[in-house]
Antibody
Framework: VHLVQSGTEVRRPGASVNISCRTS????????VQWVRQVPGQGLEWIGWIHAAAGHTKYSRDLEDRVIIDRDTSTTTAYMELSSLRSEDTAIYYC???????????WGQGTLLTVSS | DIQMTQSPSSLAASVGDRVTVTCRASRDIEDYLVWYQQKPGKAPKLLIYDASTLQSGVPSRFSGSGSGTDFTLTISSLQPEDVATYYCQNFDSAPLTFGGGTKVEVK
């Protein structure tokens, strides 16, 4: 099982970013993918998740107006788009695969997003 | 939203000590609780799900207990490689909130 995320991103305030999470080694549609972020030196913040089969999503209330999580079952890739970026969005973004009961057991390597003017 | 509160925020113990980390949910989440370990510069690693089920490959010195609102992660004999930050995560309902983390160090 592998989850490989897209590379480091730098954006200006107000811009958008789309981070990808390419998966392999398992049946994509049998699991969910969650997105989590972490400001360096701080704790984990849940962003949202998508059930890969049906495409149903749930989001953090703090981010639900600015985030979209989607997936492409043909390429077994999940995506997270965050818009209207602010400096506070500077963080490492992780994707992880899992189930509703058994936790998220495989994680991507993380993508550093820097938002700065 | 369910709030998850961990305590302590940090601790230092000697190699071989028994270490306990606590996580409290703001409402009943039954046993829908997951624990992760995160080492510096690395992604989190799943340790325990369903509050007490050890993930495959995780050393047996790690254990989890609790249900409802109060949960515990125990390391029965602290090892140097256990230095990390530990997080609980609510799995009862979205948003799947995390606790603030407990940093474990060796004296």
């Amino acid at each position: 099982v592998h989850l490989v995320q897209s590379g480091t991103e730098v954006r200006r305030p107000g811009a958008s970013v789309n981070i990808s999470c390419r998966t392999s080694g398992y049946t994509f549609t049998k699991f969910a993918v969650q997105w989590v972020r972490q400001v360096p030196g701080q704790g984990l913040e849940w962003i949202g998740w998508i059930h890969a089969a049906a495409g149903h999503t749930k989001y953090s209330r703090d981010l639900e107006d600015r985030v979209i999580i989607d997936r492409d079952t043909s390429t077994t890739t999940a995506y997270m788009e965050l818009s209207s970026l602010r400096s506070e969005d500077t963080a490492i973004y992780y994707c992880a695969r899992g189930t509703a009961r058994e936790g998220f057991d495989y994680w991507g390597q993380g993508t550093l997003l820097t938002v700065s003017s | 939203d369910i709030q998850m509160t961990q305590s302590p925020s940090s601790l230092a113990a000697s190699v071989g000590d028994r270490v306990t980390v606590t996580c409290r949910a703001s409402r009943d989440i039954e046993d829908y609780l997951v624990w992760y370990q995160q080492k510096p510069g690395k992604a989190p690693k799943l340790l325990i799900y369903d509050a007490s089920t050890l993930q495959s490959g995780v050393p047996s010195r790690f254990s989890g207990s609790g249900s409802g609102t109060d949960f515990t992660l125990t390391i029965s004999s602290l090892q140097p490689e256990d230095v990390a930050t530990y997080y609980c995560q609510n799995f009862d309902s979205a948003p799947l909130t995390f606790g603030g983390g407990t940093k474990v160090e060796v004296k």
